[in-house]
């Protein structure tokens, strides 16, 4: 691979999404400079959203660099099974509008935690947001590792000097920006993301001499098949993913701190419900590209497969790969598919920098200084989002040592949803359980 590929237009692109984060971050910092910034302010941006730039952040977070990059190269080793976490999403949209978002929106909680406390007992409160610091941090780990292992490929730039120089610019502007300035660089973010993954498919489709080619290779190569009734241990069974992919999708939007704090921010439950469809649509939508992308992929390398030729040294390096490949095509081709994999990774890193901050004041500290003034708090939370930057740094030496990009999120959700889904059934169904005995 020649880094001597990456142009100076490809650097532009580059430049623009890292810019535009910043400057929308700082613009905000600069707006309510004069104003003491409450908690509800920098945690749920005043509870006065707009409807459009949420559902958009309320998508971004979990469009993440790992599903352009992993999900990618699941797709081209093993097939179309994808599909099923649209099928997820759905019915995580009726759970969440009928079951989550009523329960959430009449307690007007900042925490999602806090509702373990109003149910059960500050203990489980804990245990709870603990669990979800934990495999945050995993996945936070997760989300900078892929675009800077990808930068690396295109351009010769050591993989944790882009990490450390990611996080921190990530850090500063949620820092400073609070929810609000999240949410709109969400928004930018996912028109660069949707924006380069349209490209690079145009780009593979013309590589294949046209889709009718890409769908003849994916079926004759066994990709393009979408369920498995025979065994649940397969790894693209219909029972596994019916299960865990819908358990998956009702933790992560209706249960998670990062995606509950958009649903708060709006001011009643009405525009609540409004903004799960439109998510609906959107992620179904990106998740369609991605599998039209994976088949595309495929239908390119039909014939001779650079991981089992030698080329890459993980499957997970199939997109980067083929980007390299094609860049000559046209200069700036390689700067729209690093911007696309990184705005994925600014937007869910800073959502969860922001989520945790809140979770920590929250739950940790706000308890033991009760009468804390306003500003103070802004602080702490300030503080410790660079904190959770510099510890979500270390663990990247960990995460690179492990095994599949997909497989390591997959079990970062599957630690903390299972207890979540638990906890939340348990004290919404049955009103005799308590923090002592399930029945009493």
């Known amino acids: 691979m020649d880094p001597g590929q990456f142009s100076l237009l490809d650097y532009i692109f580059f430049v623009i999404v890292i810019?535009?984060?910043?400057?929308?971050?700082?613009?905000?910092?600069?707006?309510?400079?004069?104003?003491?910034?409450?908690?509800?302010?920098?945690?749920?941006?005043?509870?006065?959203?707009?409807?459009?730039?949420?559902?958009?952040?309320?998508?971004?977070?979990?469009?993440?660099?790992?599903?352009?990059?992993?999900?990618?190269?699941?797709?081209?080793?093993?097939?179309?099974?994808?599909?099923?976490?649209?099928?997820?999403?759905?019915?995580?949209?009726?759970?969440?509008?009928w079951i989550f978002l009523p329960i959430f929106s009449e307690l007007k909680l900042t925490s999602v935690f806090k509702y373990f406390e109003l149910r059960f007992n500050r203990r489980v409160r804990l245990l709870a947001s603990g669990l979800f610091l934990l495999s945050g941090l995993m996945y936070l780990s997760v989300t900078v590792y892929v675009p800077a292992l990808t930068f690396q490929r295109v351009t010769g730039i050591n993989t944790y000097v882009t990490i450390i120089v990611l996080s921190l610019i990530c850090a500063i502007y949620t820092a400073i920006g609070g929810l609000r300035a999240v949410i709109w660089t969400d928004v930018v973010q996912l028109v660069f993301m949707f924006s380069s993954i349209v490209v690079i498919i145009f780009v593979g489709v013309n590589s294949a001499n046209g889709f009718d080619n890409v769908i003849d290779a994916a079926r004759q190569g066994g990709r393009l098949y979408f369920v498995n009734y025979k065994s649940i241990n397969a790894r693209s069974s219909i029972w596994s993913h019916a299960f865990s992919t819908v358990f998956l999708m009702i933790y992560q939007y209706g249960l998670s701190q990062t995606n509950i704090q958009r649903f708060m921010s709006f001011p009643n439950l009405r525009k609540m419900r409004i903004s799960v469809w439109i998510l609906v649509a959107v992620f179904s939508f990106y998740n369609f590209l991605i599998v039209i992308l994976g088949i595309v992929l495929y239908a390119n390398y039909e014939s001779c497969d650079p991981y089992r030729a030698g080329f890459i040294k993980r499957i997970d390096h199939i997109l980067p790969h083929f980007i390299q490949e094609?860049?000559?095509?046209?200069?700036?081709?390689?700067?729209?598919?690093?911007?696309?994999?990184?705005?994925?990774?600014?937007?869910?890193?800073?959502?969860?920098?922001?989520?945790?901050?809140?979770?920590?004041?929250?739950?940790?500290?706000?308890?033991?200084?009760?009468?804390?003034?306003?500003?103070?708090?802004?602080?702490?939370?300030?503080?410790?989002?660079?904190?959770?930057?510099?510890?979500?740094?270390?663990?990247?030496?960990?995460?690179?040592?492990?095994?599949?990009?997909?497989?390591?999120?997959?079990?970062?959700?599957?630690?903390?949803?299972?207890?979540?889904?638990?906890?939340?059934?348990?004290?919404?169904?049955?009103?005799?359980?308590?923090?002592?005995v399930p029945f009493y």
Not at 79 to 92: C, E, K, Q, R
Not at 424 to 431: E, K, Q
């Open 326 to 436: 094609k860049a000559s095509l046209f200069l700036g081709f390689n700067g729209i598919f690093i911007a696309g994999i990184f705005s994925a990774s600014l937007s869910t890193t800073s959502s969860y920098l922001n989520a945790m901050s809140g979770i920590i004041y929250e739950d940790f500290i706000s308890p033991l200084y009760p009468r804390m003034k306003e500003n103070m708090a802004g602080r702490i939370m300030k503080t410790t989002v660079f904190i959770l930057a510099v510890l979500q740094i270390g663990l990247v030496f960990f995460i690179e040592r492990m095994g599949s990009i997909a497989q390591i999120v997959s079990q970062c959700m599957s630690l903390n949803a299972c207890t979540m889904i638990t906890l939340f059934t348990l004290g919404v169904f049955i009103p005799k359980a308590n923090s002592k």
């Open 19 to 97: 810019v535009v984060s910043s400057s929308i971050g700082l613009y905000y910092a600069i707006k309510l400079r004069k104003t003491v910034t409450t908690v509800d302010d920098y945690l749920l941006g005043g509870r006065n959203m707009r409807l459009l730039p949420v559902a958009c952040s309320l998508a971004a977070t979990s469009l993440t660099a790992m599903a352009s990059v992993g999900i990618i190269a699941e797709i081209y080793a093993y097939g179309t099974y994808v599909w099923i976490v649209s099928y997820g999403v759905v019915v995580m949209g009726i759970f969440l509008s």
